[in-house]
């Protein structure tokens, strides 16, 4: 019995194109895919890696903290509607999460499984009620082979019992779709081998420092037989740990014996600057400059301000848009009015001078009302704060007594 056969009962295949290739072939690599290092790489082993496990949380808290609001296409422009709804979107999806922990945790899904999915409950009455994240492991997705519709379901498979709900049920964010346009890539296992070198390249920094910084050697000498070699051995290496355990740099050998070092050390391998390199390879996987994986080493004041828009601009925006059409479509429909918009503004949450800046600016040029203002910064509005204001200093040359010709 291989190791797989005792899955084929459950294994779906439902291609259109081609029957024979199941749509769940994409997770196998959840199991583990072997990278060329020989190492196992998985969405756990792969949180080993710091770079990794700092893009993650970073993008995943950043989308996670930007504020979400609903609005309505007007004839007069747009306007915020659906208190209700933008409450469970901005507030608490559930009894049981916040806005932050569900986004926080479906983000991490896209960033290490590489898809998320949540169910959306709705009353009797087709109003949303609560917004439930579903593990992405126990989740297939299936097209229904109906020519007519060409309808999808997510089924949810949970105590060996499947659940079926409607594609419109069910908010889905994959990393990247296959060509079957119904399973998807994962970071993770699509770039194993570099992660499995990271990986590799941080056991043998422990493995080196664990027998006290010396490299593997071997021990040549006037052996009489096998069996005092390996006792020899066994000696020489019993004693380079204790001399690390002790601190003490110096080991004795007896007269015609020699130690060389075989393989390459530390140094020589330039590992230092082999781990250096990884964080830049994770930094390109996840489309993040490096310094926001805390590598300064090339950073200055003037570059990092602009990797801090080219973040802006095109990193954290891919994943905005993507999560705003998502929500608009499954929550309102592709004929619908209203739509979902994230506040890409409240990254300026942390940076006073910037915010007040800006939003001094706003209100000058007639964009926002001062109670519009006082509202993103959780203050009550005011007496006559609801009226565009425009800056009154730039006026006809004429009207303060001089010539239009001089």
């Given amino acids: ?18 029957p024979a290739v199941p749509l769940s072939a994409a997770s196998l690599f959840d199991w583990g895919g072997r990278s060329e290092s020989g190492i ?22 950043t989308l996670a903290s ?46 290490s499984y590489g898809r998320a999915f949540s169910l959306i409950e709705r009353n009797n009455a087709g109003r949303v009620v609560n917004i439930v994240p579903l593990d992405p492991r126990d989740v ?22 499947a659940k079926i709900y409607s594609f419109e049920d069910v908010i889905d964010i994959p990393w990247m779709k296959h060509r079957d346009c119904v399973s998807h890539y994962s970071p993770i296992q699509v770039n194993r081998d570099i992660i499995g070198l990271a990986i590799a390249a941080t056991k043998y920094g422990s493995k080196a420092f664990q027998s006290g ?23 020489v290496a019993n004693t380079m740990a204790k001399l690390a355990r002790d601190g003490r740099p110096v080991m004795a050998l007896p007269l015609g014996h020699e130690l060389k070092s075989i393989g390459f050390n530390p140094e020589q391998m330039q590992l230092v600057e082999l781990k250096r390199f990884l964080i830049e390879e994770v930094a390109r996987i996840y489309s993040l400059p490096p310094t926001f994986l805390q590598d300064l080493t090339h950073g200055s004041f003037s570059n990092t301000e602009q990797q801090d828009l080219h973040f802006v601009k095109h990193t954290l925006a891919r994943w905005v848009r993507q999560f705003e059409q998502e929500l608009t479509l499954k929550l309102f429909g592709r004929s619908s009015d209203f739509f979902v918009k994230m ?3 409240g990254l300026l949450r942390g940076d006073l001078k910037t915010r007040m800046d800006a939003h001094g600016r706003a209100i000058q040029t007639g964009i926002k009302t001062p109670n519009e203002v006082r509202s993103l910064e ?21 009207s303060q007594g001089g010539n239009e010709d001089e």
Avoid: C
Wanted: proline share 8%; net charge negative; hydrophobic share 40%.
């Fill in 140 to 161: 297939s997705v299936q097209e229904i082979p109906d020519f007519s519709t060409a309808r999808k379901v997510v089924q949810y498979v949970h105590n060996k019992s």
């Fill in 1 to 18: 019995m291989g190791l797989f056969d005792r899955f084929k009962k459950a294994e779906t295949r439902a291609s259109l194109e081609n």
């Fill in 66 to 111: 930007l504020p979400v609001h609903v609005h309505l296409k007007t004839p007069q422009g747009t306007e915020r509607a659906s208190p209700e709804l933008e409450q469970i979107l901005n507030v608490a999806p559930s009894d049981y999460d916040t806005s932050f922990e569900w986004r926080k945790y479906t983000f991490d899904q896209v960033f």
């Fill in 213 to 235: 910084g010396v490299p593997p050697a071997v021990l040549q000498g006037p052996f009489q037989s096998a069996a005092a070699a390996v006792r020899a051995s066994d000696d």
């Fill in 40 to 61: 196992v790489v998985t969405d756990e082993t792969a949180l080993q890696v710091p770079a990794i496990w700092d893009a993650i949380n970073f993008l995943s808290g």
């Fill in 378 to 398: 959780d203050l009550p509005p005011m007496d006559g704060g609801d009226n565009l204001m425009m800056q009154g200093a730039t006026v006809p040359l004429v």
């Fill in 343 to 345: 506040n890409v503004d």
